[in-house]
């Protein structure tokens, strides 16, 4: 019945809406795994998560970290080790994560079935979905319950893999463990994100039919597809129906949501009026109120709004998290403050203790939109001294930037070095297919062999040698009036298969 009612709808043409709204899928991931951990980090946990957080982004560490600290006659106990598991995954350390799951699974540390959860969740982050759903069918049948089930169905909802979602979620409709609250907003989620928001309200009215409790989010949810839909009035329904249900079922979620569907409407003083209420519900110390607080001041061009709330989140939290950074600098950049985010890269930079190459990345994007090329390779010289990156993309925006200044000796430097560096500490890269685009056209239009068979050799280092390299390369020996005896040996000696299109560029430089 329920694949029925999911399915029996036209499939959506439009793109999914601005990246402004992304948070709300993400909300509903952080739901699931409130869900499967709980606790703060209190006492011996908070010693021992320090020691683990201090790790950064390396991998393979955890367990000589925890072996060491056992070693000094401390005690990790199992309620300990999963409150440092719930902080790392709160902030997205799930590899490691997932060690401290793998070391007391070792260890033979009895995992409740919401801790079995939480590993399937990390493990579809870590290992991927194939790997989650075997840990799945390894499960013994007293721990394939409802959070199993849940963290499964999440697990497919999160990798858009619709099919699978809606047959697991018929299956434990079957067992009777799926009307909840938490399953429907994981498919509601999941249309979010495959950009199809008008099958949102047939599942709604589906949980209606059933006498399952709108729960906060699926309003929320609700209210995100009607934006998403254009249909600013369903937003605004949706609203009043909240205000006018019995009980408080808003939070500043709720006041959130309706500004970004004011902020997508283009209506910026009702998104106003929205975010003072946001900043009445959110409490003194919610960190991530904060920075919705400032990406959405952004979304309506308010600098001075953006200043004063950042002002208020330095005043209010204890610590100013590498996140929060992040989120401060890329509503400056967005609003073009290059003068302000100068100086909050370097507020972050002179205090920060993590590197996090994403900020650098948001800093050199904005220098180098400014013309200011110094200033953004000086960020990338400081970041490999203090980050083992990766840099990929840092050196893939400073390519683009060289070749739009017609630099090319320089770009093809920095494609070198991305080149030397991909593989190392499991982060592999391939350009862009924009950016080997942009390389192609320039060595077309400069007549400039050379450059392009040095282009076309690192290409074949990352192994992203095809049809259209072969092709702009040939055209470039052609506009050049150069020959290449040798030419079709090496295409073929690079498994590419000769087309008509290929055979005929080969007549001009080969003589064929």
């Known amino acids: 019945m329920m694949k029925n009612v999911v399915l029996g709808h036209r499939k959506s043409t439009r793109v999914a809406a601005q990246a402004l709204t992304r948070g709300l899928c993400n909300t509903m991931a952080m739901k699931v795994e409130a869900e499967m951990t709980v606790g703060e980090q209190p006492g011996k946990a908070g010693r021992l998560y320090n020691r683990l957080s201090a790790l950064g982004a390396k991998k393979g560490l955890v367990a000589a970290t925890i072996n060491e600290y056992l070693r000094e006659g401390r005690m990790a106990r199992k309620d300990d080790l999963m409150r440092c598991v719930r902080e790392l995954r709160k902030f997205g350390r799930h590899h490691q994560a997932l060690e401290i799951m793998e070391w007391m699974d070792k260890r033979n540390i009895h995992l409740s079935h919401r801790d079995h959860a939480a590993r399937l969740d990390l493990t579809c982050k870590v290992q991927g979905i194939s790997a989650a759903e075997h840990y799945f069918s390894s499960l013994p049948p007293s721990a394939k319950n409802h959070f199993a089930y849940g963290a499964l169905l999440n697990c497919y909802c999160v ?113 106003r009026l929205a975010l003072k209420k946001v900043e009445q519900e959110m409490g003194p110390r919610n960190r991530e109120a904060f920075h919705y607080l400032i990406s959405l001041y952004a979304g309506i061009s308010n600098l001075g709004e953006v200043h004063r709330i950042w002002k208020s989140l330095k005043s209010s939290l204890r610590t100013i998290t590498n996140l929060s950074y992040l989120t401060m600098l890329q509503a400056l950049n967005k609003l073009n403050d290059i003068d ?148 079709r040996t090496r295409i073929e000696g690079d498994g590419i298969e000769i087309c008509s299109e290929l055979q005929n560029l080969l007549e001009n430089v080969s003589h064929e």
Not at 235 to 259: C, P
């Open 159 to 271: 990798e858009k893999m619709k099919d699978k979602a809606l047959d697991l979620f018929e299956k434990m409709d079957e067992m009777q463990i799926a009307p909840s609250s938490l399953a429907f907003n994981n498919l509601m989620s999941l249309y979010i994100r495959l950009g199809q928001p008008e099958m949102v309200p047939p599942l709604v009215d589906e949980m209606k039919k059933r006498n399952v409790p709108l729960s906060t989010f699926t309003y929320n949810i609700l209210m995100n597809s009607y934006s998403r839909l254009d249909d600013i009035e369903g937003v605004e329904r949706v609203f009043e129906d909240i205000m006018q249900e019995s009980g408080k079922l808003y939070d500043w979620t709720t006041f959130s949501n309706l500004a970004v569907a004011y902020v997508n409407a283009g209506l910026h003083e009702k998104a």
């Open 340 to 487: 302000g985010l100068e100086k909050c890269f370097q507020e972050w930079e002179s205090a920060s203790t993590s590197y996090d190459i994403r900020l650098a990345n948001v800093a050199i994007a904005a220098y180098l939109r400014h013309d200011m090329a110094e200033e953004a390779k000086s960020v990338l010289r400081v970041a490999r001294e203090r980050s083992s990156g990766p840099f990929f993309i840092a050196l893939e925006m400073l390519m683009m930037f060289c070749l739009k200044n017609r630099r090319v000796k320089l770009a093809l430097q920095y494609m070198e070095f991305a080149v030397s560096v991909s593989g190392l500490n499991g982060s592999e890269w391939h350009p862009k297919s924009d950016s080997t685009s942009q390389f192609l056209s320039c060595f077309e239009e400069e007549k400039d062999v050379d450059s392009a068979e040095e282009f076309c050799q690192y290409l074949k280092k990352v192994n992203c040698l095809d049809h259209s390299v072969y092709k702009s390369l040939l055209q470039t020996y052609i506009a050049a009036g150069k020959t290449a005896p040798n030419m």
